[in-house]
C-alpha cells in the first residue's frame, strides 16, 4: 500500500489559500496526502477541480484510488511538464501549485525500490522506474563524475575516497545491491566519521538526485509553474536539503524585483516589473508536535509564493 504522511498539510493549506471553485496542481501527488485534503475543500459544481501530478506509476495508481469521488484527476508525468498537462486538459490557469520535493516514504521503505542503504535490494532509486539506475551510475561513471556527483549533490567530504572505492570494488565485480554500495561507501570513510552518522546518507542522496535529475527537473519546472499560476494563484514548495531551497529561494527573489538593471546604473532603465510577491519571508518549518509524529519533516522547509494580479 502507498502510503503518505503528508508534511505540514495545514501550514500548505493555509499558504495555498483554497478558494472551492479554484484550479489546483499537486506537481508531486505520491500517495495523494496533500491532493486528497485539496481536493475534499473544492466544490466540483462550482468548477473546483485538482489534478495530480506524478512520475511514479505506483504513486499514479494509489492516488487515483484515493481520490475517487473527489474533483480530482491523476496523471503519470513529470511536474516540469504540468502547463502541457494543464493545457491538454482545457486549463489555462491554477489558483494554487504545491511541489512536495524529494523522495517519498513509500519509495524509501519499499525495499525493492533500491533507495534506503537500510535493506539490501537491488541498487535502482528511479523514481519512474524506468531510465538510467543507479546500479548503471555507479558501474558506468568515471570517478572524475562521481567524484562530482557526492561533491554537487550530497556535498560530501570523502567524495573522492569514496568515488574511488566504488570504481575499485567494481573492477572485481558488478555493484548490484544498496548492501554493497553501503559497505564501500563505509569502507571509504573514515572510522571516527562513522561514529556520528551513517556514512551512506549524502552519497546515496547524491546518486538518488543524479539518477533522476531532480535539481534539472526543478529548474525547468519553477519558471514553468510561474507560467501555470493565473493571477493571484500561489506556489508552494516543499524541500527536504540546501541545495533544494536554495533554488527555490533564489528563483523567488528574482521573481519579486521589479529592477534587473546593474546595481551601479544611477537610475532604472530596465521598466521591469515584479513577478509577484513572496508570501514567507522566511522558510515555514515544522511544529514541535510534527516533528514529534513525523520524522520527515525535521528537515522539511516550505516557501510560498504569489503571482501579482497584473504583469
Same mark, same amino acid.
Given at each position: 500500500?502507498?502510503?503518505?504522511?503528508?508534511?505540514?498539510?495545514?501550514?500548505?493549506?493555509?499558504?495555498?489559500?483554497?478558494?472551492?471553485?479554484?484550479?489546483?496542481?499537486?506537481?508531486?501527488?505520491?500517495?495523494?496526502?496533500?491532493?486528497?485534503?485539496?481536493?475534499?475543500?473544492?466544490?466540483?459544481?462550482?468548477?473546483?477541480?485538482?489534478?495530480?501530478?506524478?512520475?511514479?506509476?505506483?504513486?499514479?495508481?494509489?492516488?487515483?484510488?484515493?481520490?475517487?469521488?473527489?474533483?480530482?484527476?491523476?496523471?503519470?508525468?513529470?511536474?516540469?511538464?504540468?502547463?502541457?498537462?494543464?493545457?491538454?486538459?482545457?486549463?489555462?490557469?491554477?489558483?494554487?501549485?504545491?511541489?512536495?520535493?524529494?523522495?517519498?516514504?513509500?519509495?524509501?521503505?519499499?525495499?525493492?525500490?533500491?533507495?534506503?542503504?537500510?535493506?539490501?535490494?537491488?541498487?535502482?532509486?528511479?523514481?519512474?522506474?524506468?531510465?538510467?539506475?543507479?546500479?548503471?551510475?555507479?558501474?558506468?561513471?568515471?570517478?572524475?563524475?562521481?567524484?562530482?556527483?557526492?561533491?554537487?549533490?550530497? @556535498?560530501?567530504?570523502?567524495?573522492? %575516497?569514496?568515488?574511488? !572505492?566504488? $570504481?575499485? /570494488?567494481?573492477?572485481?565485480?558488478? &555493484?548490484?545491491?544498496?548492501?554493497?554500495?553501503?559497505d564501500i561507501i563505509a569502507s571509504a570513510v573514515p572510522a571516527k566519521f562513522r561514529r556520528d552518522k551513517n556514512p551512506s546518507r549524502q552519497s546515496f542522496q547524491a546518486i538518488r538526485i543524479a539518477v533522476n535529475d531532480e535539481l534539472g527537473h526543478l529548474d525547468n519546472a519553477l519558471d514553468r509553474c510561474l507560467d501555470t499560476l493565473s493571477p493571484g494563484g500561489r506556489l508552494v514548495v516543499i524541500t527536504?536539503?540546501?541545495?533544494?531551497?536554495?533554488?527555490?529561494?533564489?528563483?523567488?527573489?528574482?521573481?519579486?524585483?521589479?529592477?534587473?538593471?546593474?546595481?551601479?546604473?544611477?537610475?532604472?532603465?530596465?521598466?521591469?516589473?515584479?513577478?509577484?510577491?513572496?508570501?514567507?519571508?522566511?522558510?515555514?518549518?515544522?511544529?514541535?508536535? @510534527?516533528?514529534?509524529?513525523?520524522? %520527515?519533516?525535521?528537515? !522539511?522547509? $516550505?516557501? /510560498?509564493?504569489?503571482?501579482?494580479? &497584473?504583469?
Amino acid at each position: 500500500m502507498f502510503s503518505h504522511t503528508p508534511v505540514m498539510l495545514r501550514e500548505c493549506l493555509e499558504l495555498l489559500d483554497i478558494k472551492p471553485d479554484g484550479i489546483y496542481i499537486d506537481g508531486t501527488c505520491g500517495g495523494a496526502g496533500h491532493s486528497s485534503e485539496i481536493a475534499k475543500l473544492l466544490d466540483a459544481k462550482a468548477g473546483g477541480r485538482l489534478i495530480g501530478i506524478d512520475r511514479d506509476p505506483d504513486a499514479v495508481k494509489a492516488a487515483s484510488e484515493r481520490l475517487a469521488g473527489l474533483p480530482a484527476e491523476v496523471v503519470l508525468g513529470n511536474y516540469d511538464e504540468m502547463a502541457d498537462i494543464a493545457r491538454s486538459r482545457g486549463i489555462d490557469g491554477a489558483d494554487g501549485i504545491l511541489l512536495d520535493l524529494g523522495v517519498s516514504s513509500h519509495q524509501l521503505d519499499t525495499a525493492e525500490r533500491g533507495f534506503s542503504y537500510h535493506n539490501d535490494a537491488p541498487l535502482d532509486m528511479r523514481m519512474s522506474q524506468s531510465g538510467m539506475s543507479a546500479k548503471e551510475l555507479v558501474n558506468t561513471y568515471s570517478e572524475r563524475e562521481i567524484t562530482d556527483i557526492l561533491y554537487r549533490y550530497g @556535498e560530501e567530504k570523502f567524495a573522492p %575516497r569514496i568515488a574511488r !572505492a566504488i $570504481v575499485a /570494488a567494481r573492477d572485481t565485480a558488478e &555493484i548490484e545491491t544498496t548492501s554493497q554500495l553501503a559497505d564501500i561507501i563505509a569502507s571509504a570513510v573514515p572510522a571516527k566519521f562513522r561514529r556520528d552518522k551513517n556514512p551512506s546518507r549524502q552519497s546515496f542522496q547524491a546518486i538518488r538526485i543524479a539518477v533522476n535529475d531532480e535539481l534539472g527537473h526543478l529548474d525547468n519546472a519553477l519558471d514553468r509553474c510561474l507560467d501555470t499560476l493565473s493571477p493571484g494563484g500561489r506556489l508552494v514548495v516543499i524541500t527536504f536539503h540546501s541545495l533544494e531551497d536554495r533554488m527555490v529561494k533564489r528563483r523567488f527573489a528574482e521573481w519579486a524585483k521589479s529592477c534587473t538593471c546593474p546595481p551601479d546604473f544611477p537610475v532604472c532603465v530596465c521598466g521591469g516589473k515584479a513577478k509577484g510577491a513572496i508570501i514567507t519571508r522566511k522558510p515555514v518549518t515544522a511544529s514541535d508536535e @510534527e516533528l514529534e509524529s513525523n520524522m %520527515r519533516s525535521r528537515s !522539511a522547509k $516550505v516557501r /510560498a509564493f504569489e503571482k501579482t494580479t &497584473i504583469l
